[in-house]
């Protein structure tokens, strides 16, 4: 049982680029999420989805985006890179939003140049 | 505006207790997590209250006040392994999770 995966562990990206990070889960989760953590500062939703073909925005959603085309996969897309968005980026699922905690994949640290 | 509120870094001797604070205003509450992080690691999930009182598990335990906004992660017979990041978080009335900074945790022999 792998939990939640998520590639690649580290990326540099120079300013203008796009890339996507790629998150799967295989514990038929139907809550994801992408957070974002800054030094000092508390996770931040960027994006969560409730379920294959819906998602919404969350606290910081400006330049990025995702879909969700399976339960098990959640892909996040920075579009035009930018110095703000050098991050470590999280991805998690969860059974349900009214009960139990979240499992968190092991991170993507970004560095944009 | 939505907050949570805990020390930045706390210092503690191996082998000795600790307990780390949380404050929290949020909209709504559904229950209150616990979560620890390891340098360059994902946080993992330590325990959760959503009613009012103790929750014990083996070393660490967890008490929530809801009156008060208030909550407290205890650590006993701290090992140095325990060296990191506890992460205090609360479901609002949206089932969101609003999480504090996190206190650093730093352990001396």
């Known amino acids: 049982n792998a939990g939640v995966t998520q590639t690649p562990k580290f990326r540099i990206l120079k300013i203008g680029q796009s890339m996507t990070l790629q998150c799967t889960q295989d514990?038929?989760?139907?809550?994801m999420y992408w957070y974002r953590q800054d030094p000092g500062m508390g996770l931040k939703l960027i994006y969560y989805?409730?379920?294959?073909?819906?998602?919404d925005k969350g606290e910081v959603p400006n330049g990025y985006n995702v879909s969700r085309s399976t339960t098990e996969d959640f892909p996040l897309r920075l579009e035009l890179a930018a110095p703000s968005q050098t991050s470590v980026y999280f991805c998690?699922?969860?059974?349900?939003?009214?009960?139990?905690?979240?499992?968190f994949g092991s991170g993507t640290r970004l560095t944009v140049v | 505006g939505q907050n949570i509120d805990q020390p930045t870094e706390m210092t503690a001797t191996e082998g000795a207790i600790v307990q780390i604070n949380c404050t929290y205003q949020?909209?709504?509450?559904?229950?209150l997590f616990w979560y620890q992080q390891h340098a360059g690691e994902a946080p993992t999930f330590l325990s959760y209250?959503?009613l009012d009182g103790l929750e014990e598990k083996g070393r660490f335990s967890s008490f929530l006040s809801r009156s008060k906004g208030y909550s407290y992660l205890l650590l006993k017979e701290l090992q140095m392994k325990d060296s990191a990041s506890y992460l205090c978080?609360?479901?609002?009335?949206?089932?969101?999770?609003?999480w504090g900074a996190g206190t650093k945790l730093i352990i001396k022999p």
């Open positions: 998690a699922s969860s059974y349900s939003a009214e009960t139990g905690g979240y499992t």
């Open positions: 514990m038929n989760h139907n809550y």
């Open positions: 989805s409730v379920g294959a073909g819906i998602t």
């Open positions: 949020t909209s709504g509450f559904n229950g």
């Open positions: 209250n959503v």
């Open positions: 978080a609360v479901k609002d009335s949206n089932y969101q999770l609003i």
